[in-house]
């Protein structure tokens, strides 16, 4: 027994077995503010312990919190520190609001572009996925905060995500959805929620092969798991499958006078989001029934031992556990529930702007942008006078400030700004406007005196117009369009077109002014019908609360636009899984049958006659790079020289992408990414560049070998893209390698 576990073993001879159930079953907050909380032992000293939302920003009841950019738009920056930045500061504001545990990072890979929660997850590439994910849990727990990464596993859609089964082969399992979750253990995550699906008929909280087996025994993950919220299943089957934790403990009125309502209240959209939800009353399993099945012999004591040593264990990992530590700089103990952390600081602003800048895409570009300082600008879009804080659900965020487009363009442009939204306001979209006693089911639409306040012009406030858009965008230079989706947890969006009639407006205004920009705000995925007409996009993505001055920055030339696509973008019709059987499937079965062939995997494939309108990887810079000189320094390192061949500075996200030998016994992706490097480069300046690749990069799953290397000659792509190589080198692999 090393030092660190013997406070936990000590206290498994000292708590009663009444507490051991109290420490294994949620209850409800009684400060009100956390996701999930267990109560403390207090005769023991063991501390009460708080869970609390936090995919794009700490969200605890009734607090502000900083607002940061979605995962998909931290991942677009394809740099692992800034996840690693985003993941410490998050884990500083759980502290500071008296948080323990954060319920972040998402590691599902986004499998079809329609899911509602893809803009909570990183990537539909695992390596991708899996360096971000690490990254954060690594930040999270280097500020002494327990990570939760999600939602374990092959949780792919929102449709019916509480009963559809994904029924997904080994190979895919292992070779695309399981590495990000393996690599959150690698990188020491102290907790894995199970996802509400099945996976293969069996029930994930349920799932002792997924659980027990792989997740526990053969990764040797040493943390606790804990269900997703009211997704237990069962008693006997959950607690000797491994899951340790059943959150929230109780049921929706038990401790409180909220009532879960019923779906058949319920119709149209609403009645969609309550298809996504799982049923409130059903909880408590882990309380009396536990007992009960520990008495009758159906689960061992010393399962429900070791339930809590791995609870205890990660609270004394992070500090959590006792009453006072020891401050190596000072001669007292300082109280390990008394820690500072920090919210909404300077840094944190400056963190959230940086990252929304980061992530910000250029899709194209035919020279209108950077813009000038002095360029006349009209701001045109339905939400120019909102921050795009995120999608709905357990991620929404409120920050204590933010800035919208219509102020940041203002605050940086020295010409002229105009705005006019030209149509509706596209309202958010939250389970919390169905469940109003979880938020405050506001109405999210802006009145007139709030769009007034952010543009004193008065130009279509009360009611928008296209004519009126049309006027600005033809007195102006320059017209910048901002668009974007609308999107939720617990439901899936019906089409990849933007919602209303925004692409109406930018058809109009396109028709209309001299050069025109379009700015996207979307989840992942959307389509461009008049792609041809613009002068330029940028998909920013859900930048959070900086929105504004982060977009502006881009968009005058302050930063360069470095973010790279982490998904593929495509007609809608072209992506796999189209089949109904494939998704949202038949009989609550969604039949992964197109294997490891997802996103730019599929769209390589033999026999897809379908080109991606911006493949994975892409993105424009102001910049221009040269690649040359492009060596195989050893079996797990390329090196190239990258040169920025352009009179301004710059960064690029150099790409390297493996392509299996002819000889491979079974069928494999043409290529897949298997490591990148994000480089900044100054006018001129000349950098050579290692690039690592991944330790599974040549490797595939096999059913009875498990990972192997298939002998042959591999060709290493340097690329910018899926689509773009630059350099290609060979690696030539021996059976004896």
Same mark, same amino acid.
């Given at each position: 027994?090393?030092?660190?576990?013997?406070?936990?073993?000590?206290?498994?001879?000292?708590?009663?077995?009444?507490?051991?159930?109290?420490?294994?079953?949620?209850?409800?907050?009684?400060?009100?503010?956390?996701?999930?909380?267990?109560?403390?032992?207090?005769?023991?000293?063991?501390?009460?312990?708080?869970?609390?939302?936090?995919?794009?920003?700490?969200?605890?009841?009734?607090?502000?919190?900083?607002?940061?950019?979605?995962?998909?738009?931290?991942?677009?920056?394809?740099?692992?520190?800034?996840?690693?930045?985003?993941?410490?500061?998050?884990?500083?504001?759980?502290?500071?609001?008296?948080?323990?545990?954060?319920?972040?990072?998402?590691?599902?890979?986004?499998?079809?572009?329609?899911?509602?929660?893809?803009?909570?997850?990183?990537?539909?590439?695992?390596?991708?996925?899996?360096?971000?994910?690490?990254?954060?849990?690594?930040?999270?727990?280097?500020?002494?905060?327990?990570?939760?990464?999600?939602?374990?596993?092959?949780?792919?859609?929102?449709?019916?995500?509480?009963?559809?089964?994904?029924?997904?082969?080994?190979?895919?399992?292992?070779?695309?959805?399981?590495?990000?979750?393996?690599?959150?253990?690698?990188?020491?995550?102290?907790?894995?929620?199970?996802?509400?699906?099945?996976?293969?008929?069996?029930?994930?909280?349920?799932?002792?092969?997924?659980?027990?087996?792989?997740?526990?025994?053969?990764?040797?993950?040493?943390?606790?798991?804990?269900?997703?919220?009211?997704?237990?299943?069962?008693?006997?089957?959950?607690?000797?499958?491994?899951?340790?934790?059943?959150?929230?403990?109780?049921?929706?009125?038990?401790?409180?006078?909220?009532?879960?309502?019923?779906?058949?209240?319920?119709?149209?959209?609403?009645?969609?989001?309550?298809?996504?939800?799982?049923?409130?009353?059903?909880?408590?399993?882990?309380?009396?029934?536990?007992?009960?099945?520990?008495?009758?012999?159906?689960?061992?004591?010393?399962?429900?031992?070791?339930?809590?040593?791995?609870?205890?264990?990660?609270?004394?990992?992070?500090?959590?556990?006792?009453?006072?530590?020891?401050?190596?700089?000072?001669?007292?103990?300082?109280?390990?529930?008394?820690?500072?952390?920090?919210?909404?600081?300077?840094?944190?602003?400056?963190?959230?702007?940086?990252?929304?800048?980061?992530?910000?895409?250029?899709?194209?570009?035919?020279?209108?942008?950077?813009?000038?300082?002095?360029?006349?600008?009209?701001?045109?879009?339905?939400?120019?006078?909102?921050?795009?804080?995120?999608?709905?659900?357990?991620?929404?965020?409120?920050?204590?400030?933010?800035?919208?487009?219509?102020?940041?363009?203002?605050?940086?442009?020295?010409?002229?700004?105009?705005?006019?939204?030209?149509?509706?306001?596209?309202?958010?979209?939250?389970?919390?406007?169905?469940?109003?006693?979880?938020?405050?089911?506001?109405?999210?639409?802006?009145?007139?005196?709030?769009?007034?306040?952010?543009?004193?012009?008065?130009?279509?406030?009360?009611?928008?117009?296209?004519?009126?858009?049309?006027?600005?965008?033809?007195?102006?230079?320059?017209?910048?369009?901002?668009?974007?989706?609308?999107?939720?947890?617990?439901?899936?969006?019906?089409?990849?077109?933007?919602?209303?009639?925004?692409?109406?407006?930018?058809?109009?205004?396109?028709?209309?002014?001299?050069?025109?920009? %379009?700015?996207?705000?979307? *989840?992942? &995925? +959307? #389509?461009? /019908?008049? $792609?041809?007409?613009?002068?330029?996009?940028?998909? @920013?993505?859900?930048?959070?609360?900086?929105?504004?001055?982060?977009?502006?920055?881009?968009?005058?030339?302050?930063?360069?636009?470095?973010?790279?696509?982490?998904?593929?973008?495509?007609?809608?019709?072209?992506?796999?899984?189209?089949?109904?059987?494939?998704?949202?499937?038949?009989?609550?079965?969604?039949?992964?049958?197109?294997?490891?062939?997802?996103?730019?995997?599929?769209?390589?494939?033999?026999?897809?006659?379908?080109?991606?309108?911006?493949?994975?990887?892409?993105?424009?810079?102001?910049?221009?790079?040269?690649?040359?000189?492009?060596?195989?320094?050893?079996?797990?390192?390329?090196?190239?020289?990258?040169?920025?061949?352009?009179?301004?500075?710059?960064?690029?996200?150099?790409?390297?992408? %493996?392509?299996?030998?002819? *000889?491979? &016994? +079974? #069928?494999? /992706?043409? $290529?897949?990414?298997?490591?990148?490097?994000?480089? @900044?480069?100054?006018?001129?300046?000349?950098?050579?560049?290692?690039?690592?690749?991944?330790?599974?990069?040549?490797?595939?799953?096999?059913?009875?070998?498990?990972?192997?290397?298939?002998?042959?000659?591999?060709?290493?792509?340097?690329?910018?893209?899926?689509?773009?190589?630059?350099?290609?080198?060979?690696?030539?692999?021996?059976?004896?390698?």
């Amino acid at each position: 027994m090393n030092d660190s576990s013997a406070r936990v073993e000590q206290l498994l001879t000292e708590l009663t077995r009444e507490d051991k159930l109290r420490l294994v079953r949620g209850r409800d907050d009684p400060e009100g503010t956390a996701t999930g909380y267990l109560p403390g032992v207090d005769r023991l000293e063991i501390p009460e312990f708080r869970l609390v939302d936090g995919p794009l920003g700490v969200r605890a009841e009734g607090k502000r919190a900083t607002a940061f950019p979605a995962p998909i738009a931290v991942a677009a920056t394809f740099d692992p520190d800034l996840a690693r930045e985003k993941g410490a500061a998050m884990a500083r504001e759980a502290t500071a609001l008296g948080q323990h545990a954060l319920l972040a990072p998402g590691a599902n890979l986004i499998r079809v572009p329609h899911c509602g929660r893809n803009f909570e997850y990183y990537a539909e590439d695992p390596v991708v996925a899996a360096r971000m994910t690490a990254g954060a849990v690594t930040g999270i727990h280097n500020e002494d905060v327990i990570a939760t990464v999600k939602h374990y596993v092959a949780n792919n859609q929102e449709t019916d995500r509480v009963r559809v089964s994904s029924e997904v082969d080994e190979r895919t399992l292992r070779e695309l959805y399981l590495r990000p979750f393996r690599a959150a253990v690698e990188a020491g995550v102290g907790s894995v929620m199970t996802a509400y699906n099945r996976v293969n008929g069996t029930h994930m909280s349920d799932h002792s092969r997924l659980v027990g087996d792989v997740l526990k025994a053969e990764w040797g993950f040493d943390g606790y798991v804990v269900s997703d919220w009211y997704g237990t299943e069962s008693t006997v089957g959950a607690a000797t499958a491994g899951l340790d934790l059943e959150m929230p403990g109780v049921a929706a009125g038990d401790e409180s006078d909220d009532q879960w309502p019923s779906p058949d209240e319920f119709e149209g959209e609403a009645a969609e989001i309550m298809g996504g939800l799982p049923d409130g009353t059903r909880a408590g399993l882990f309380g009396e029934p536990l007992a009960a099945a520990v008495d009758a012999g159906e689960v061992q004591p010393d399962r429900l031992e070791d339930m809590v040593r791995r609870l205890l264990g990660q609270r004394e990992r992070v500090g959590y556990l006792e009453a006072t530590t020891t401050d190596e700089n000072t001669d007292s103990g300082a109280s390990s529930l008394e820690r500072a952390g920090a919210l909404d600081t300077p840094a944190h602003r400056r963190l959230a702007e940086r990252l929304a800048a980061r992530s910000t895409v250029l899709l194209e570009n035919d020279g209108v942008l950077p813009l000038a300082d002095e360029t006349d600008v009209a701001v045109i879009g339905p939400n120019v006078h909102k921050a795009t804080l995120g999608g709905g659900g357990s991620s929404e965020t409120t920050p204590f400030q933010s800035t919208n487009p219509a102020a940041g363009t203002r605050a940086r442009a020295d010409g002229a700004v105009t705005v006019a939204r030209g149509v509706d306001t596209v309202p958010d979209l939250s389970l919390f406007d169905v469940l109003p006693f979880v938020g405050d089911g506001e109405d999210e639409s802006a009145s007139a005196d709030e769009i007034a306040a952010t543009e004193p012009v008065g130009i279509d406030v009360a009611e928008p117009s296209i004519d009126a858009a049309v006027e600005a965008a033809r007195d102006a230079a320059v017209a910048v369009v901002f668009v974007r989706d609308r999107t939720t947890e617990a439901k899936d969006r019906d089409s990849l077109r933007l919602p209303g009639e925004q692409d109406e407006l930018v058809e109009a205004v396109a028709a209309a002014a001299d050069e025109t920009v %379009v700015v996207v705000n979307s *989840s992942g &995925p +959307v #389509e461009f /019908p008049w $792609r041809t007409d613009v002068a330029a996009i940028l998909e @920013a993505w859900y930048p959070g609360q900086a929105d504004g001055a982060a977009i502006a920055s881009v968009l005058y030339g302050d930063r360069d636009p470095s973010g790279r696509l982490p998904v593929t973008f495509a007609p809608e019709r072209t992506y796999p899984a189209s089949d109904e059987r494939q998704y949202p499937g038949i009989d609550r079965k969604a039949q992964y049958e197109e294997g490891v062939f997802i996103g730019y995997r599929h769209f390589d494939a033999d026999g897809v006659d379908a080109e991606p309108t911006y493949p994975f990887g892409h993105g424009r810079s102001y910049a221009a790079f040269s690649y040359r000189d492009a060596t195989v320094v050893d079996e797990r390192t390329i090196r190239v020289t990258v040169e920025n061949v352009a009179d301004r500075s710059g960064r690029e996200v150099v790409q390297a992408y %493996v392509r299996p030998p002819e *000889s491979s &016994p +079974v #069928e494999r /992706p043409t $290529r897949e990414l298997a490591g990148f490097e994000s480089v @900044a480069l100054e006018a001129g300046e000349t950098q050579t560049v290692d690039l690592d690749l991944e330790s599974r990069a040549l490797g595939r799953y096999d059913l009875e070998q498990g990972w192997v290397v298939d002998p042959g000659t591999y060709t290493v792509e340097v690329a910018r893209s899926a689509r773009d190589v630059r350099k290609t080198v060979s690696l030539e692999v021996t059976r004896e390698d």
